[in-house]
Structures are given as C-alpha cells and as structure tokens.
C-alpha cells in the first residue's frame, strides 16, 4: 500500500457496529463486562479506548513500526520515553532542539539522576567520543528547531547500534509524509501530533511509534500506569486531519521554497536558514533522507536587530504570531522569547538562536499573498 492510501486507509476499517465509515468517537470512561475478566478488549478507557487504538495502527503504519502509543501531548510522548532510563543513565542530544525537549531533560530529568548532554551531530565520529558506559539514549531531532540543521539518522544510528544504545528521532518537523526514521534503524520516532499531523491547530496530542514488539509493550505499560492519555476527540481529530496529511505537507513545502528564495534575496534579511538551499551545510543528507525539504523556513535581519525583529513580528497580518507549527495557516515566531525561551542565552548563541531569528511556519495559503505579506512587514524595518 502507497503512503498516500494509507494515510486514509492504514488501520482503519467500518465501524464493525454500524457500518461508520469515519472512526467513532468512543467517548466512555469504562466498559461493560460479561463476567469479572471476561470482555471485548477493552476493560477502562486509561488502558484503551476503540478511537486511540485506530490512530495508533495508523501512526504505526505510516512509519513502519510495530505499534503506535498515543499520549496527551508531545512532551508527555518524549516523557514516556525517557522513563524507559534509569537513575545514572545519561542522554545524548542534538544541541539545537526544542526548548520543551531541553527542559524536561535538564529541569525535570537531572533531578531523578538521568543527565543529558546536548552536542553537536554534525560529525558522527565526534559523537561517538562522547559516548560512555552509561550513555543509554541518542535523543535526534531532525530537522532542528529552529536552526534547521538536518542529522544523519543512519550514521547516528550505526554509531548507537555499536555501543548497544537506544535511539529516537523526533519527527516533528517533516511528518513520516517527508521522513521514516525506523527505515533508517531508529528504535523510536516521537511525534507532536499536535503539528503536521493534526494540521488545523485544535488538538493538543503526542504519540510515539516503536520498531518491535518489546518496546510497543514497554511504553504501552508506561501509558497506562502513568495515564497521561489523549482523549478520543482528540485522537478522532488527528484521525482526520492525517487523512490530508500527504495533501497539506506536499503544498506548504511548495510554498515554502518561494519564501525561501523571497527571503534570501531580500536586501534586508540576512541569513536565511532552510535544507532546500544548496549551499545549506546539510543539504545533501536532507536530499537524502527526505521526500522534501520541508515547510519550516527561520531568518535572521541583515542589521541583526532585536527591534527591527520585532518590527516584522507585529506587522504580519497573514503570518499570525504565535507558538506552534504545521497547521494549515502561516505562522510567525520569534524563538528566543516563546519556544526557546527555557534555553540559556548562552546555549542558544552556540548554535546561532541569535536574539533576532525569526521562525515561519509556511501553511498552504497561496504564496503570493504570504510573500506580499511578508514584503509589508520587512518594509516597517
């Protein structure tokens, strides 16, 4: 089966009860029982819920693995995972990555004894000298928010493979429309489902999908005993927004290349960070691993000013200013304040989150109204 029949297809059949052609919302607490033990597979809607397990067979199709495990969020989803570890096992991460991702790391999880260590994965020859024996977890993002810098998931795979370590790549940012890291052998994709799979910015939802059986099982036990759970609307909501997922990806990357290429020769911005530019230092990985090169386009202003960044920010009408990503409409951040703003400044400046980067999400307007609405607000600077 294609991708693009899957994303409607995989895991979904007729509601066997009436026939529904769209998953019911199964939106009960509990379930009957014949006899104490004796059910239909379902006993209590924290270990499993109709709605959830459809979405979870979905997610597991579309990136290959074994199975899909839903949770309330993307950092409850990156959570569960990182209660796999154990006290004195330590973490390594890429040093440009989600603010979110590094502060449960460094605020929540160093205090329980697991630490992390946030490097650079340019060079995987160089982060392998930082492996030891209690390194237990490769956390990958790829692409990196915001800078865009792309990791070569196979490189750092066979690395983690040699020394026997788990590995995870954040899939957010490209969707498995555009990425399949478990084709790559990764152990683990994590997903906020809240972003491209989502795609219409009403649902808050996380999952995670495992290669094998053992992991499905350890992070199902996880899902449960911990109960940070989605709630069947919700699952019904990326149910259905996955279902155009192939659709939306394959306009907003589109759109994205234009802006690129705007920006880049716009006399006021500077630097403009996206794969898809050859002379971008990852591109040819990027061409590699990716169907695409994503919607996700950051830059910095030529005069690199704090002001004159939020000059721009305020003046978009079409780019609406606010956290988040992968919806259906354009938006426009500033990470340094809202999604990075948990990182030290000093971390930040090592990989170039300067004080003036501006992030876009490109959504699947039509591009010529978003680059005029881009061009009105560079003009405030």
């Known amino acids: 089966m294609k991708f693009d029949t899957k994303v409607i297809h995989a895991g979904v059949k007729p509601d066997p009860t009436t026939g529904a052609v769209m998953t019911p919302i199964y939106q009960t607490s509990t379930y009957a029982q014949a006899a104490p033990g004796k059910h239909k597979g379902y006993e209590y809607a924290r ?49 440009d990555l989600y603010g979110g991702s590094y502060r449960i790391i460094k605020t929540i999880y160093e205090r329980f004894g697991i630490k992390g260590h946030f490097i650079s994965f340019d060079d995987p020859k160089a982060v392998e000298k930082h492996i030891n024996e209690n390194t237990k977890l490769i956390w990958i993002e790829t692409p990196t928010n915001p800078m865009l810098n792309i990791v070569d998931i196979k490189q750092i795979c066979k690395v983690a493979k040699k020394h026997n370590i788990l590995t995870v790549v ?10 399949r890291p478990l084709e790559m052998d990764a152990d683990l994709v994590v997903h906020s489902a809240t972003k491209y799979l989502g795609g219409h910015s009403d649902v808050v939802l996380g999952v995670v999908v495992a290669k094998d059986k053992d992991l499905a099982d350890k992070l199902h036990f996880i899902q449960n005993a911990s109960g940070a759970i989605p709630g069947p609307q919700d699952c019904f909501l990326v149910l259905r927004g996955i279902k155009t997922l192939h659709l939306r990806v394959e306009r907003a990357c589109k759109n994205a290349k234009k802006i690129a290429r705007f920006l880049n020769a716009h006399p006021k911005v500077g630097k403009v960070f996206y794969p898809g530019f050859k002379e971008h230092p990852h591109h040819k990985i990027a061409k590699r691993q990716m169907k695409d090169f994503g919607a996700m386009v950051s830059f910095d202003l030529y005069d690199d000013s704090v002001t004159s960044a939020k000059k721009v920010l305020k003046n978009t009408n079409l780019f609406i200013l606010a956290e988040s990503l992968g919806g259906v409409e354009s938006l426009i951040g500033h990470p340094a304040s809202m999604t990075h703003a948990s990182i030290p400044k000093k971390e930040r400046m090592k990989v170039g989150l300067t004080d003036s980067l501006i992030r876009l999400s490109v959504g699947i307007e039509d591009v010529d109204d978003l680059i005029e609405d881009l061009e009105a607000a560079l003009a405030n600077v």
């Open 47 to 95: 270990t499993q819920n109709p709605t959830r397990a459809v979405l979870e067979k979905n997610m597991a199709a579309l990136e290959g693995g074994y199975d899909g495990i839903c949770f309330s969020s993307g950092m409850a989803a990156m959570d569960a995972v990182l209660k796999l570890l154990n006290p004195g096992d330590e973490v390594l991460a890429t040093n």
């Open 170 to 179: 954040d899939n957010t940012f490209a969707s498995p429309y555009l990425q």
